[in-house]
Nanobody
Framework: QVQMVESGGGSVQAGGSLRLSCATS????????IGWFRQVPGKEREGVAA????????YFTDSVKGRFTISLDNAKTTVYLQMNSLKPEDTAVYYC???????????????????????????????WGQGTQVTVSS
């Protein structure tokens, strides 16, 4: 079955960096959106970044542009989220998720699900990891 396993979370001071990894397995589709989402207890889940494995296109929410990058290993099975210049407001549980066989609409118009209007963030993603905690102290 499809598995998504996050790692790399931890605690860091403001201005520091962390790299999250998402190891994926159990599927054969080659053109997928893999996204990173985050959630703080009591708040709605937020889409952070996503990558389309077909051509490497990347998408980011405005609050992390210029600070976070998302990348894919050569085997296209592990997705990395490099987080630089971290801020206390980046503190959250970070989840990776997969939308397999992404449609053109989901990928291009909805930016791999990061721009989906008023529906909850993560809509369209069917497979989720267990999450990893990121804590940024001031």
């Amino acid at each position: 079955q499809v598995q998504m396993v996050e790692s790399g979370g931890g605690s860091v001071q403001a201005g520091g960096s962390l790299r999250l990894s998402c190891a994926t397995s159990g599927y054969t589709e080659s053109s997928n959106c893999i996204g990173w989402f985050r959630q703080v207890p009591g708040k709605e889940r937020e889409g952070v970044a996503a990558i389309y494995t077909g051509d490497g296109s990347t998408y980011f929410t405005d609050s992390v542009k210029g600070r976070f990058t998302i990348s894919l290993d050569n085997a296209k099975t592990t997705v990395y989220l490099q987080m630089n210049s971290l801020k206390p407001e980046d503190t959250a549980v970070y989840y990776c998720a997969a939308n397999l066989g992404s449609s053109g609409t989901f990928r291009r118009i909805k930016e791999c699900g990061l721009k989906i209007g008023t529906v909850p963030a993560g809509t369209g993603y069917n497979y989720w990891g267990q999450g990893t905690q990121v804590t940024v102290s001031s």
